[in-house]
C-alpha cells in the first residue's frame, strides 16, 4: 500500500469497511461461473490512483499483502514504478485466492 495515496483510498468516504463482497463486484459467464473485477488503478504524480473498486481495494487489504488489480495504461507509466509495484502479471482465466468472504446477497445487482 506504500504506493498508494491514503487519501485517495479515504474519499471512498466509508465509515466502516464491512467482511463481505458486494454483488456487483463480480461477472457471471453463461455457465454461471463467477468472476472478481478487481480494483482498477492508474498512476498519477507517482502513486497509484484510484479510478474504480476503492472499496475493494480496502477491503482486500484488510485480508492481504498483496491484491490483485486492474492497471490502466501501464504502457505509459515509469518502467521502474512499475516494476515496484507488479510483483506478478495476472493472466486471463488464471484463478487467484480471496479471501473467504461472503456475497451479500441482500444487495441487488445492478444490471447497467
Not at 480496502?58 to 505509459?76: A, D, G, R, T
Request: include cysteine.
Amino acid at each position: 500500500m506504500a504506493n498508494i495515496k491514503s487519501d485517495d483510498l479515504a474519499c471512498r468516504k466509508s465509515v466502516e469497511i464491512y467482511d463481505w463482497y458486494h454483488p456487483d463486484w463480480f461477472w457471471q459467464d453463461d455457465t454461471g461461473n463467477l468472476y472478481f473485477i478487481p480494483p482498477a488503478f492508474g498512476f498519477l504524480n507517482g502513486f497509484l490512483h484510484g479510478i474504480n473498486g476503492r472499496h475493494r481495494a480496502v477491503l482486500l487489504f484488510k485480508h492481504m499483502e498483496v491484491i490483485p488489480m486492474l492497471l490502466v495504461l501501464p504502457n505509459e507509466w515509469p518502467r521502474a514504478k512499475l516494476a515496484e509495484i507488479v510483483l506478478k502479471k495476472i493472466f486471463k482465466n488464471e484463478i487467484v485466492e480471496l479471501p473467504n468472504l461472503p456475497i451479500n446477497t441482500a444487495i441487488k445487482k445492478q444490471h447497467i
